[in-house]
């Protein structure tokens, strides 16, 4: 068996993992590994196949991980030669016959960066306060049943680690747990975002934090999913190896990407300062 580690800009996606009808990150993964004759065609995937996580449509990756078993000769470089440029496979590292991507994963960490101005001159957004923030992040750390932020309905008692810093205009927003109950990392951010922007008291975290259902205008929509980034999943046995062209590959893929974004951004300054 061998895992991939696996980067990708999720935005053009409907979510990591197959449905019928829509482009999904793992479907372009089967359907490399099909044109590698590494599983058949159909709807099936390699032997002992399985993933980290299934991030939500929009949401984007740098350490994703898959496991199968896997011919000698893929390597993350081949494996790429398959892939759409926004999907690139990028280290490997062989495994024991009875790994699982999912279960074996001790540590999931997710990184959101949020806009947050401080400023009350930006149209549309209400300037954040960093103490009330850090209020809201510290009463939301720790071991905690969220079922009112999530749909799961069982699963929801967790322990999350949430450290932060302000990089501008923005908080760059970590969060670590063992594992994710649906939409967890957004309504959290969502929740924290609230109470540092004046929309909500510092009393909405403990209600949302109680044993009782919090629902409708009470309830806690999720972030937007496109500042979301699955940044790492841990493995405490496995070392990944670093695919030096495939990794180099990759870079030059996301740095066009940021360029194209720069230049995005700049265009809408000029359309926003001229109005």
Avoid at 202 to 214: A, F, M, N
Wanted: hydrophobic content about 35%; some cysteine; glycine content about 8%.
């Amino acid at each position: 068996m061998r895992a991939y580690r696996v980067a990708y800009d999720g935005r053009p996606y409907h979510g990591f993992q197959r449905q019928p009808d829509v482009d999904t990150v793992e479907g372009r993964l089967r359907s490399a590994l099909v044109r590698l004759g590494v599983c058949e065609r159909g709807d099936g995937l390699p032997e002992r196949y399985a993933a980290a996580g299934r991030t939500d449509a929009g949401v984007s990756a740098r350490a994703q991980t898959v496991a199968f078993d896997a011919p000698a000769w893929l390597s993350p470089a081949a494996f790429n030669g398959e892939l759409p440029d926004d999907i690139r496979v990028w280290a490997s590292a062989d495994v024991p016959d009875g790994f699982h991507a999912t279960h074996d994963a001790a540590e999931r960490t997710y990184t959101y960066y949020l806009y947050a101005p401080t400023d009350t001159d930006r149209p549309g957004h209400r300037p954040v306060d960093d103490e009330r923030w850090a209020d809201a992040v510290d009463a939301l750390a720790g071991p905690h049943d969220f079922h009112n932020l999530t749909a799961d309905d069982t699963g929801t008692e967790r322990t999350v680690d949430i450290d932060w810093t302000r990089d501008g205009q923005f908080l760059v927003v970590r969060l670590t747990a063992g594992g994710f109950c649906r939409q967890l990392v957004r309504r959290l951010v969502s929740l924290a975002a609230t109470v540092a922007d004046g929309s909500a008291q510092l009393s909405k975290v403990d209600r949302i934090l109680s044993p009782e259902s919090v629902s409708g205008p009470d309830g806690v929509p999720p972030a937007p999913p496109e500042p979301l980034v699955l940044t790492d999943v841990r493995y405490p046995d496995v070392a990944f190896s670093r695919d030096e062209d495939a990794a180099a590959d990759a870079r030059t893929v996301f740095e066009h990407r940021r360029a194209n974004a720069h230049t995005t951004a700049r265009v809408a300054d000029h359309i926003t300062d001229g109005l």
